[in-house]
């Protein structure tokens, strides 16, 4: 099955016109993970979820969009909250409150739940920014890769936890190198390299270890990069509600075409040029019929 081990936080939006909150489930490996799971591919979900309220919807939410949760271990921590002010892009957060919070805690035994069927496993660069489950996600990614599962790592960057661009080009080493697969969009790349294009940043990861490298281009499209220097560009006709809705739908759908690549016995370095096309077609033209609304969990009181 396909694994992905990352945040979990509750998003609360400021309801126009009235004095409450909306919340709704939000971080970038959970609702990923949600998305494969709805495209009806096996997928499990290991997130460390709270056991305060909000955690508990979050379970609750999983579970009901078709995710395994069975290895998400319930955490004595709060639940991390995201808030976005009522005139703000809902892509963007003013505040992150994620000191202390139950996604970071991660325990080498936690992580030894892992499903032993994982044929792709997905992380996120936030959660290997966070000592001291940065340490123990790493450290399983790289059992994982050894025992032939494809280890893709999502490039999400949240400078309110890894600070400056500087800090979090240092905190990216290890994880590059543990990856088969990097996919990331270009408001990101343009954060962490200034001035630097996608094809550029592409070639300066993939000279690390990875395979591929992938990047959504916001609206219009992606590219894609390979070690052996074929790249490939992609319309995505988007017709989602969000670019952040968009890139959660495309990585859920090529982490399920990478499943399926895996269960047939082919590699990501095996693949030929009109292979990976046709894999990156049917993700794009999947996540670009998502729209799927926003799932309001609770009403909060501002």
């Keep these: 099955m396909i694994t992905v081990i990352g945040e979990a936080m509750v998003k609360l939006t400021a309801a126009p016109g009235s004095s409450l909150m909306e919340a709704s489930p939000a971080g970038s490996a959970y609702t990923t993970a949600i998305r494969a799971a709805q495209l009806g591919y096996p997928t499990a979900l290991m997130a460390r979820l709270s056991r305060d309220s909000l955690g508990q919807f979050l379970r609750v939410h999983a579970a009901s969009s078709g995710l395994d949760v069975s290895a998400s271990p319930e955490a004595d921590e709060p639940t991390m909250i995201a808030v976005v002010g009522a005139d703000a892009d809902t892509d963007c957060t003013d505040s992150l409150y994620f000191r ?3 996604s970071w805690q991660w325990s080498a035994a936690e992580l030894g739940w892992m499903p032993a069927n994982t044929t792709v496993l997905h992380i996120d660069l936030l959660d290997c920014s966070v000592l001291p489950g940065s340490t123990w996600i790493l450290r399983a990614a790289a059992r994982q890769r050894n025992r032939g599962a494809i280890v893709s790592l999502n490039v999400t960057t ?4 890894m600070g ?4 979090a080009q240092l905190l990216m080493d ?13 408001a990101d790349i343009s954060w962490l390299y200034p001035g630097r294009g996608a094809e550029a940043v592409a070639r300066l990861w993939l000279a690390e270890g990875p395979e591929l490298v992938v990047v959504t281009c916001g609206f219009d499209s992606l590219v894609a990069v390979r070690k052996s220097g074929t790249v490939l560009y992609r319309a995505t006709g988007l017709r989602s509600t969000s670019v952040t809705e968009f890139e959660a739908a495309f990585t859920g759908a090529l982490l399920g075409g990478l499943h399926e690549l895996s269960e047939a016995g082919v590699s990501i370095e095996a693949l ?3 292979e990976l096309a046709s894999v990156l077609d049917t993700a794009t033209a999947t996540a670009s019929r998502s729209d799927t609304p926003r799932r309001n969990l609770v009403t909060a009181q501002r």
């Design 272 to 274: 030929s040029t009109s």
């Design 100 to 102: 202390d919070t139950a």
């Design 174 to 186: 290890r994880p590059i190198k543990a990856a088969d697969l990097v996919t990331t969009s270009l």
């Design 158 to 161: 949240k400078p309110a936890v």
């Design 164 to 167: 400056s661009a500087t800090r």
